[in-house]
């Protein structure tokens, strides 16, 4: 089993729909978790990050960390066809003084106009 | 304008050929990593370096040599390049906070290596 596990898609969308996109972990010691974005032939970029359980709002986009069911969700709101690309949940811990970073396999979303 | 570098970002070469792939960044990160991205596995860390001198091997790091001689640069090598290292790499970099905390990793724009 993986220590993360996200749904790869794809995930199509008329614009203006809400969008949730969800990873599920095992491992009890993540304690930061990340949403990066990746558009085609770029690097991941942070989108938004979170470290306790709850809801983290920054615009259109909210960050929500479940950890007694060890899942996280981001959601979009308002979906633009700017949107589309892969998003990739990444979670941290802390082992041996360095802060590694576990990625989930990324969901390719797409937003048509 | 803050950035980490990679070259080539595209090279196709042939099993058993020595080659480096380089990494820079300008931001004096102390942190830097190398990912490669494959279809249904996601990003997995190759090497990672705390600072110069100081390197570590991630999650798959058969088949890669590192080395970190200056702050900015951390050049991946492929000492007998094989067809199964044929993949998408990232490098990576991101500073570290007095707590040891840090969220935001910056990444190269990607190097697509193919090994025939």
């Known amino acids: 089993q993986k220590e993360v596990e996200q749904d790869p898609g794809p995930l199509s969308v008329p614009e203006g729909a809400i969008v949730s996109l969800n990873c599920t972990y095992s491992n009890s010691a993540f304690q930061y978790f990340m949403w990066y974005r990746q558009y085609s032939r770029k690097g991941p970029e942070l989108l938004m990050y979170t470290y306790s359980s709850g809801n983290k709002e920054d615009g259109r986009f909210t960050a929500q960390v479940d950890k007694s069911s060890k899942y996280i969700s981001l959601f979009i709101r308002d979906s633009q066809p700017s949107d589309s690309a892969t998003y990739l949940c990444?979670?941290?811990?802390?082992?041996?003084?360095?802060?590694?970073?576990?990625f989930g396999t990324g969901t390719k979303l797409q937003v048509i106009p | 304008e803050a950035q980490v570098t990679q070259n080539p970002r595209y090279l196709i070469t042939v099993t058993g050929k020595k080659l480096t792939v380089t990494c820079s960044q300008n931001?004096?990160?102390?942190?830097m990593s190398w990912y490669r991205q494959d279809p249904g596995l996601g990003l997995r860390q190759i090497y990672y370096s705390m600072n110069v001198e100081v390197t570590d091997k991630g999650d798959v790091p058969e088949g890669y040599k590192v080395s970190r001689k200056e702050k900015r640069n951390f050049p991946l090598i492929l000492e007998s390049p094989s067809p199964n290292q044929t993949s998408l790499y990232f490098c990576?970099?991101?500073?570290?906070?007095?707590?040891?905390?840090?969220?935001?990793?910056?990444f190269g724009p990607g190097t697509r290596l193919t090994v025939t």
């Open positions: 990444a979670m941290s811990e802390t082992s041996g003084g360095y802060q590694k970073v576990t």
């Open positions: 931001m004096n990160h102390e942190y």
């Open positions: 990576a970099s991101r500073s570290v906070s007095g707590t040891g905390v840090s969220y935001e990793q910056y």
